[in-house]
């Protein structure tokens, strides 16, 4: 995913394609990326968005970067889809 910081809402923007063509979740978030503000905005949105606790919700790479990988305990790639929708081209599991 890709994350905007200090971005005037906690909401999602949709998908997009990355520079090698793989899509990418865009979001953006309220909190300025200091103190690892921004990082657990975008760990509580994506936990409220999929229905489960922030503590099941890992920021797995770029924890300091605005692209960024997450794993989400107990949930698979159909709760993804139904939470964020699908980049085009591609169905749900």
């Known amino acids: 995913m890709r994350v905007t ?3 005037g809402r ?3 923007d949709g998908w997009s394609l990355d520079a090698n063509g793989r ?3 865009k979001l953006r978030v309220r909190a300025a990326a200091a103190d690892g ?3 657990r905005s975008v760990v509580a ?3 409220a968005r999929l229905g489960v606790a922030p ?3 890992r920021i797995a790479a770029g924890a300091t970067s605005r692209v960024k990988r997450l794993e989400v305990a107990g949930r698979g790639e159909g709760d993804l889809a ?3 929708g ?3 081209g591609k169905s749900p599991a």
Do not use: C, E, Q, Y
């Open 5 to 7: 910081p200090k971005g």
């Open 55 to 57: 503590s099941a919700v």
């Open 82 to 84: 139904a939470a964020f």
């Open 37 to 39: 503000a921004a990082n």
């Open 23 to 25: 899509p990418i979740l």
């Open 45 to 47: 949105l994506v936990a």
């Open 86 to 88: 699908t980049p085009r």
């Open 10 to 12: 906690d909401d999602t």
